[in-house]
């Protein structure tokens, strides 16, 4: 299957820190990635929708202001957590969606984020 | 009603059983069917991908999509350690419409 590439893997930052999450495509053109949350043994919340030089779409509940979503590139877009809190800390996850695979999301490996 | 509904478990099976892992759903318009298999703290990787209704093999494992009951299974046979894990099933309708996750199935095989 396609690979997408995310880092950092974990990270654990203070309070009021700004923590940016990496996901790339590597080995095809990503129109369109997607940002999970998960928390301990949940489901997947899907958190915004990034398109490719167009700005991000939000889920209801999520504040754009908290997590700055940029798609500069098809191949890579980053989630950057501002001014971090403990309630921030769960873990993140991408996708990018194939479109010539009829819309199959290939998952990146995850970042788990702990803010102290 | 949910979108799709699927059983959280845990589901404890020994080691070289046949496990049924199933999603129902209510959206008359979804076509593409998915099984993520999601290991602790690490992101989902697609196993299974099915369009529209039929059966799909792959190894140990065997989608099914029934669409008139609006059901869809993956079954795992001589399950082993290693499969122990998170299902997901997931789907959705065409064009740009996002996929619909279901809650995931937490399975544990035991050697």
């Known amino acids: 299957g396609a690979v997408v590439s995310q880092h950092p893997s974990w990270v654990i930052c203070k309070s009021g820190t700004s923590v940016k999450i990496e996901c790339r495509s590597l080995?095809?053109?990503?129109?369109?990635m997607f940002w999970y949350r998960q928390f301990p043994k949940q489901s997947l919340m899907l958190m915004a929708t990034?398109?490719?030089?167009?700005?991000?779409?939000?889920e209801q509940g999520v504040e754009k202001d908290k997590f700055l979503i940029n798609h500069a590139s098809l191949t890579l877009s980053t989630l950057t957590v501002t001014s971090a809190h403990p309630e921030d800390s769960s873990f993140y996850i991408c996708?990018?969606?194939?479109?010539?695979?009829?819309?199959?999301?290939?998952f990146g490996a995850g970042t788990r984020l702990s803010v102290l | 009603q949910k979108e799709v509904e699927q059983d959280p478990g845990p589901l404890s099976v020994p080691e070289g059983a046949i496990v049924s892992l199933n999603c129902t759903y209510s959206?008359?318009?979804?076509?593409?069917f998915m099984w993520y298999r999601q290991y602790s703290r690490k992101g989902p990787e697609l196993l299974m991908y099915?369009?529209?209704?039929g059966n799909k093999e792959d190894g140990r494992f065997t989608a099914q999509v029934d669409k008139s009951s609006k059901y869809i299974s993956l079954f795992i046979r001589d399950s082993q350690p290693s499969d122990s894990a998170t299902y997901l099933c997931?789907?959705?309708?065409?064009?740009?419409?996002?996929?619909?996750f279901g809650k995931g199935t937490r399975l544990s095989v035991i050697a």
């Open positions: 996708s990018s969606e194939f479109r010539d695979k009829n819309n199959i999301q290939y």
């Open positions: 080995d095809f053109q990503a129109t369109t």
């Open positions: 990034s398109n490719e030089g167009s700005k991000a779409t939000y």
């Open positions: 959206n008359s318009a979804f076509q593409y």
């Open positions: 099915t369009y529209s209704s």
């Open positions: 997931a789907m959705s309708g065409s064009g740009n419409t996002p996929l619909v």
